[in-house]
């Protein structure tokens, strides 16, 4: 009983949003050992995003955005960091902030539009059977409740957002409010989200190069426990 209860408690730790973006940091530090013959610094590391983002940036935050605001995909993809960094980089000149923010806001309002879409042809039975009934059901209420407010607000987060324009769709809202709505208020959180990381752009990366340690332990516990609480949150409902 004991063995299960730790297996399982293992198995909820190296899931979705944690493993994926481990995994990838793992994958292209290997490139780089490889590449160059030797195990790269912490300074170097950053020094290669930054190149990536200089060469790739906007094309990285614009595929992070939509995948981030894809419903059910969100779960399992770290678009949030992939749009952070930009803001991030944006800060020591690889990007620029605002073309980093209307990536991010194309690539969020194109996802929201694709929920929607799939909500208005039904696809929201797929979603219940796959065990987010109630989640889904929780955003049809928020979005009866409080209409447009609601989805005002719950674009602050593209996971939540994800399912009211799913819920949204299946509603039978017209497009083009939903559209206009999800267009001004991305453009609105998006840009505020961007400010933030932006002015502590720096101190992150001060963080990851001189205290590389420290910086892998606030994000791997942070990703833990937003995982650990959407785990919560949809026991609760269901």
């Known amino acids: 009983m004991e063995k299960n209860t730790k297996s399982s408690f293992l198995a909820k730790i190296f899931q ?3 493993i994926l973006p481990l995994l990838l940091l793992t994958i292209y530090i290997v490139f780089l050992i490889i590449a160059r013959g030797y195990f790269p610094t912490a ?12 060469s790739f940036g906007y094309q990285i935050i614009f595929t992070s955005a939509l995948l981030e605001a894809s419903v059910l ?8 960091l992939g749009m ?7 800060r020591t000149g690889q990007v620029d902030l605002t073309l980093s923010i209307l990536s991010a806001s194309s690539g969020v ?13 039904g696809f929201g039975e797929v979603v219940k059977k796959l065990g987010y009934k109630n989640f889904l059901q929780t955003s049809e209420d ?9 989805l005002i607000l719950g674009f602050i987060n593209p996971t939540i957002a994800s399912f009211l324009s799913l819920a949204a769709g299946t509603a039978g809202m017209k497009f083009y409010n939903f559209f206009t709505l999800s267009l001004i208020s991305t453009l609105f959180w998006m840009s505020i989200w961007g400010v933030i990381f932006y002015i ?7 963080l ?13 516990a942070g990703i833990f426990l937003m995982r650990f609480w959407k785990t919560k949150s949809l026991k609760r409902q269901n």
């Open 16 to 18: 979705g949003d944690l």
């Open 43 to 54: 300074s170097e590391v950053v020094k290669s995003f930054g190149h990536l983002y200089e």
């Open 73 to 80: 995909v969100n779960f399992f993809v770290p678009g949030t």
């Open 84 to 90: 952070a960094m930009g803001a991030i980089f944006a």
């Open 109 to 121: 309002v194109l996802g929201y539009s694709l929920d929607y879409i799939l909500g208005y042809y």
């Open 142 to 150: 928020q979005l009866n409740k409080l209409g447009y407010r609601g």
């Open 200 to 206: 502590f752009g720096e101190i992150l990366l001060l």
């Open 208 to 220: 990851l190069i001189r205290y590389t340690i420290l910086f892998f332990i606030i994000v791997i």
